[in-house]
Structure formats: structure tokens, C-alpha cells
């Protein structure tokens, strides 16, 4: 069967988890006997890809690079290109033009069975392919609007582009219940016309002859063995992430138990107020911040952690937490987070409740039972979820549809 | 009393000709380097930026020698050798020396012949140009104490006037300058201490036996200081001539004009470009070979004028900014929590006895530190920024956390588990 595999971003270039899923989401499609033809809107190499067709719609440097990534705050859509502009693209809505032009340009030659489209970025190619093909549309839900915001309207230019391609899409994937509700009841899709289709973790990935370097965050190591323990995130600083209340609790943390330190890997618009909260609070020296991690550093990051806390005010899925445990930490995750709904031996909180993630986090720091019963029983959770399981779902909806759409 | 006789009968006498205390500040920081996470615990300079950013200590350092510290040298020591009345003081402080020693040497040299002249007074303060005094008397004296005997060291005199980092004084800072022996201290001319006063007048702090306060005229230091190559201010271009007529006009009702100013002024902040070099050398010269009128240096202007009063200043005032106080260096929280947890350290770092740990703990006390951390962008922001080597001020403030992480890590070896406190 052959898909037209709408996308914004693909390992490594990817600013986020929606690069990753779409890398596992095609291969285990592929695997399953799919031809994908995967559309990008900027041109890179992309090693281990050889299981499908990949398609530049531009020539441009890969967008994240340029302010223009899939997790882009949405004042960029109208900013201009914060390097020099090439093609005449300046903004993300141009390219966003470009790649709708070569999309129907693309569906000209090859007809698709199902059009695959995620995320709003790609939206609207997915309807103009649909409107020329006929072929139906499935829109892969990953994030709206409403979650970038921060449980708000935000971009109401976005927000209607994401109306228009779930009312026009023939079937909706969201990555979890969470996102599903938010479908309904923030943009009006009955709920029947959605499935929820949950992210996996593709540890074979994992297992590419990693180890620990112990050098890499040396000044925590020394601090685990003075009796330490390491509260992490790992994740981009927005409003999105909740990271405000998750300082609050840090420091209600710390009035209670001195020996937790905060580990904050990433990068974002809210890092100089998150550092101006740790000095407000007083805990500037027991928060950790690294700046945007890769490799390596973003491994041993995991790997160091003794608790990994998923903030999120609304999180579609979180597949950091699987990672995390992955690595050995106990998860601490809102019940905003969609990733919550796979996961049974965590803590779960509200992202407003900082009181009781304070009290979570010393629990753990200061019960080795509680931490290893968390870690252990949370890795046979994830690995029951499998890329694999997640292409038969997507395989049995493309035949569904593409058989009504045909009859 | 004596002090109480009115000037204009006093000059009936001819005690003593008015004149200018002119007063110059020389330092340079040790910049601490984009200090990540990652070189926490792995490796321990935290001042070797060798980037082409002004992190770079020594690419900083030769940039102002060449602009600042070498013709100004040049211009002092002409000055001095033509004009045998100029008179000039001068604070240079432990960091500047010890990046003089590493970086220009010849930068050095220039000074030593001033101070050479006779004509030039060091003015005594914190080695490490340190907030010490706010936090702790006893490295506050060690410091004061280190920095004298590298005055003696490396220039040949003894300070007898005291000026605290950033001119940040109040009462105690007075007490403490005079039972220590020195015999001027200096502080910021600020209205609403003065309260109707002049500042060309020498003072007495409340509490002393024989120091003088000395005031700075900040009008008349920031007409050279700040606006001199403004080309928006009204008065520009600014020339000699109209420049004695203010001072003239202010030793009307006062003895001298204190004219306070940071060294790198010339050169720096003013580019010679302004015309900065002439206009001294042209003003200099002039005042020199009146007769009404003299120099003064700081000690000079403490011995030879009677005190005017006494002058209290019981709230800290610096000469930073248009509040005139320390928020520029402790305005915001960063701030204190970056000085609390450097001091929090003396103990065990003292303790500890390794130079180089203790060296670097010192040389993280600098002011400059928490200034780059400074958050009040509005009306003095520009002049922060300017003053800033970092992208911002949270920068800074991580950069610096990570190093203070550092020492702690480093005093493990001296004293083991750091029980609870980080």
C-alpha cells in the first residue's frame, strides 16, 4: 500500500519527540509492507532511511536551525527567517506554501492509497492532496494548538488551520485520551471519528552500544554519592512544560529534605526566568541547567537522573517519561500528560499541585524501596507498547478507509 | 571653631589655593568563562576564556592598554614631567595588577613610573575590588591588607587614603578607614546625603578622630566621564576653556572640586576620537599654570583643607547609577544568592590553605560579577549593557553558580562530605 507521508521534521534534524515518532511510526509501516513516500519541507541527509522515499519540498537548511521547527512558538509564523532567507521563504507560512506546491505537484505522478498528515504544519497539504487524489486523509494528532499554549486559544491563524484539516480528515490518530478530549471538546470533532493511537519507545534504538560516562555530568556524580538525589526534566523550557510549577515544588522540596538537587536539560523562551526563579527562591545552586543536549550528554543526562519529572500543564503524549525509564528513574508525571495513560507504576499529580510533587520527590529521594520498586516495574510497562502494534493499528485504518473511499 | 569660619574669610589669609582633586580608577576583573555544567568538577579554570568574546580576559585587557592604559600613561607622564604642580591619585586594584603582570607588562611599567614622579598617589582599597565589606570584615581586612602590601610591593609607597569598592560608603565604612589610620576616605557627592551642602568641601565622618570625607562632584566627573563625547548634550563639544569656568564657578562657594572618575574613561568610554586626550592635556596645562589654583591629591586635599562639618551617610551610597546605591551589584536576587553562597564558603575555603583554591574563591568575590548579573535595563541599562561581556544577565549568573559549584566541589579534598550544605 502505497502512503503519502506528511511531515515537518525526521531524526536527526528534529527539534522534538514529533520527529522521532514519524522516524518509527514509517519504518515499522515499512517493515509491514507499506511504500511510504515521506515529504519534508527543508533538505538534509538522514541516515537509516533507506525503507522509504524521502522528498525535500525546499532546499532550505533543516527549518529547526532557522526558528521554524515543529515546536516553534507560534509568533514565528509571521517572523521573518532569523538567517538569510533563501527561495524567497521567509517565513514558515511560505514555506508551508512551498510544500502544499510540491505536495500536489508530487500526487500528480504517484496517487496514494491514504494521506498521512501531522500535525497543523502539514494540514493543509494533506487537504490539497486529498482534494486532488481522492485518497482519504488520516490527521496524526501529536500536539495542538491548545497544548503549545499552554491550555490556551493561542495562534488563532493555527488553530483554525487545525479546525479545518480534523473536520476535513477522514479519520483522526491522537496520541492519547488526553488529546483526544481536547479534540472534542476544543474544537468540535465528534468523538467517534478518533482513535487513539499511543506512542511507543523503540529501544533497539537505545541499545546502539551506549555507556554511561561518568566524566559527563561529574559534579552530580559526586553529589549522588554525598547521598544525592536528582530530580530531572528533560525537555523544552515553554509554558507548555509546566517548568514554573515544577520550581515551585523543587523549593517546597528543599524545605523538607536538603539533599535533592534539579537537573534542567534543554533549552527555551522561559530558561532566564526559570533562573531567576531559582535565585528567588533560593535553590540556585541546587538547579542544574544545561542548555539544548544531544548525544551523549543527553544520555548521560537520563542516566544520572534518579527521578524523572514530566511537568507538562498539557502534554498529547511525553515519550521522554518512556525514555527515562528506560534509564533506570522513577517518573513523576502529571495527569496532563497523555504518556500517563500506559503507565501504571508511576506518581501522578496535577500540574498545579506543587505540594504534592514536592512531597513525591522526597519520597523517593528518601526511600530506595519506593525508587526501586518505581523503576523496576515501570520498565515492564513500556516495553509492552511496540512500534510494531502501532503500524497495525494505522495499517488497519488505510484499508478501511481506502476501501469505503473507493466504494 | 576654626572649621567654622567662613571660607571667604579664611581666603583673607591665603591658607591654602583652592583647587581640583582629580582621581582615577584603574581595574579589570577576572571574567569568569561560559563555565558549564559540564566542566563542573572536571576542570577548575573558570577564567581562560581564550574565545574571540569579551570573556577573553586577556584579549580585553590589551584592547583597553592599547585605547586606554598606554596613551593615557604617555599623556600623565608628560603632563607630569612639564606641569610641576599637577598633582593626580590613583586606585588600581589586585586584578588589574596581576592581569598587567600576565598580559602588558609595559602597561605596569607606565605606572610605576608615575607613582615614581612623587606626584602620584595610590589610593588604598580591596585587593580583589570586593563587596567584603558588606559581608565579611575579616576578608574585607585581609583583603585591604593584601592589596596594600602589593601597593608596597610593586610601586614603592604606602596608601594613606581609602576608597571601598565602587565608592560604596557609609558611616561605618568611615569608622573603620579611621581607626585603620588613613587619613581621607572617599564617597559619592550625593544630594540627598549633602542635603544643601557642597561637596567642594572636605568633611568628617561621624565617629572619627582625624579622617576626612572627601565628596565627589559627580556633575563636573560626569561632564568627562559620561556626556564628553555625547554629541546630543548641549554643551558639546566641550572645551577647556568652558570647563575651568564650571570649576571656578563651583570653588566659588568650596575649596576643591572633587573630580572622581574611572580610569578607562580616557580612551574607553570616551574614544580619543572625542578629543578626550587633548582636552585634558589642553585643561591640565592650563589649571597647572594658574596661580589661584592647584591639584590636589586625595591626602593632599585631606591635610590641607579644614573639615567643613561633619557629614553622615547612614544608608550605603555608591556612584553607580541614578539610585546611587549597591542595586546595581545587589539589585535582584541572583545577586545575593551568587554573594551569599561565595561567602558562605570562607570558612572551609581559608581552612582549605591551597593558594589556588583560595585565589580563585577571591578573585569570584570581583563586583564586576554580580554587575553582569544585573536585571534593571531601564534608564542605566544601556550603560550595563555596554559594560557586560555575557548575553545577558542570567547568563552570567549561571556561568558563575556552576564555578561557585565548583569550589565547593574542589574543597571535598580538604574537608570531606560537605554534610548537607552543597
Known sequence: MNILMLGWELPPHNSGGLGVACYHMSKALALAGSSIDFVLPYKAHHPKTEFMRIHAATSLQPLHRNGMGAYDAPDVITDALHRKPSEGLTTIRDVQARYVQFVEELVEHTKPAAIHAHDWLTMEAGMRAKEITGAPLIVHVHATEFDRAGNSYGNPLVHEIEEQGLLMADRIIAVSEITKGIIVHHYGIPADKIEVVYNALDTATLEDGYQYNDKTYKYLEFLKQEGYTIAATITRFTLQKGLIQFMQAAAHACERYDKLVFLLAGDGEQRDELLQLSADYGIADKVYFTGFVRGQQWRDAYTVADIFVMSSVSEPFGLTALEAAHHDNALIITKQSGVGEVLSHIFRYDFWDTDKLADQMVAIATSKALKYELTQNVKQEYTRISWDSVAQQCIRMYQQLSGRVMA | ?422
Open chain 2, 1 to 422: 571653631m576654626y572649621q567654622d569660619v567662613p571660607a571667604v574669610i579664611r581666603k583673607g589669609y591665603g591658607v591654602s589655593k583652592k583647587g581640583i582633586v582629580l582621581y582615577l580608577h584603574v581595574h579589570q576583573p577576572w571574567r569568569v568563562k561560559d563555565y558549564s555544567v559540564f566542566h563542573t568538577a572536571s576542570e577548575h579554570e573558570y577564567f581562560n576564556d581564550t574565545s574571540g568574546t569579551d570573556r577573553n580576559n586577556g584579549k580585553v585587557f590589551l584592547k583597553v592598554a592599547e585605547k586606554s592604559y598606554r596613551p593615557m600613561n604617555r599623556l600623565l607622564k608628560q603632563l607630569l614631567d612639564t606641569q610641576p604642580d599637577f598633582k593626580v591619585s590613583l586606585s588600581i586594584t589586585g586584578t588589574f595588577v596581576e592581569q598587567a603582570e600576565l598580559y602588558a607588562p609595559d602597561v605596569l611599567e607606565d605606572f610605576k613610573a608615575l607613582v615614581a614622579t612623587g606626584r602620584v598617589e595610590i589610593v588604598a582599597e580591596t585587593y580583589y575590588h570586593s563587596l567584603a565589606f558588606f559581608y565579611s570584615r575579616e576578608e574585607f581586612e585581609r583583603q585591604v591588607a593584601m592589596h596594600k602590601e602589593m601597593v608596597e610591593r610593586v610601586f614603592g609607597v604606602t596608601p594613606t587614603a581609602f576608597r571601598n569598592t565602587e565608592l560604596s560608603y557609609y558611616d561605618e565604612i568611615g569608622k573603620w578607614a579611621d581607626q585603620a589610620g588613613y587619613k581621607a576616605v572617599l564617597a559619592e557627592g550625593w544630594d540627598p546625603i549633602l542635603a544643601g551642602r557642597t561637596p567642594n568641601r572636605v568633611y568628617q565622618p561621624p565617629g572619627t578622630e582625624h579622617i576626612r570625607l572627601l565628596t565627589k562632584n559627580y556633575r563636573l566627573s560626569d561632564d568627562i566621564a559620561f556626556r564628553f563625547g555625547n554629541k546630543g548634550w548641549e554643551q558639546w563639544p566641550l572645551s577647556a576653556s568652558s570647563y575651568e569656568q564650571w570649576l571656578n564657578e563651583a570653588l566659588n562657594g568650596g575649596d576643591i572640586v572633587n573630580l572622581f572618575m574611572d580610569y578607562e574613561t580616557f580612551g574607553e568610554h570616551q574614544w580619543e576620537d572625542t578629543g578626550i586626550f587633548e582636552f585634558f592635556s589642553k585643561f591640565v596645562s592650563e589649571w597647572a599654570t594658574r596661580d589661584d589654583v592647584g591639584f590636589y591629591t586625595v591626602t593632599g586635599a585631606a591635610e590641607t583643607f579644614d573639615s567643613a562639618g561633619e557629614l553622615s551617610m547612614p544608608y550605603t551610597v555608591t556612584w553607580a547609577d541614578t539610585e546611587r546605591d549597591l542595586s546595581a551589584w545587589l539589585g535582584n536576587t541572583m545577586q545575593h544568592e551568587a554573594m551569599r553562597h561565595i561567602y558562605n564558603l570562607e570558612a572551609d575555603v581559608l581552612r582549605s590553605g591551597d593558594v589556588n583554591l583560595i585565589g580563585d574563591w577571591r578573585r569570584l568575590q570581583t563586583s564586576d560579577h554580580t554587575y553582569y548579573m544585573c536585571t534593571k535595563w531601564f534608564h542605566d541599562g544601556d550603560v550595563h549593557a555596554y559594560f557586560s561581556p555575557y548575553n545577558s544577565p542570567y547568563d552570567a549568573f549561571l556561568y558563575y553558580m556552576n564555578a561557585v559549584r565548583d569550589v565547593r566541589f574542589r574543597l571535598m579534598a580538604y574537608h570531606g562530605s560537605t554534610h548537607g550544605d552543597l
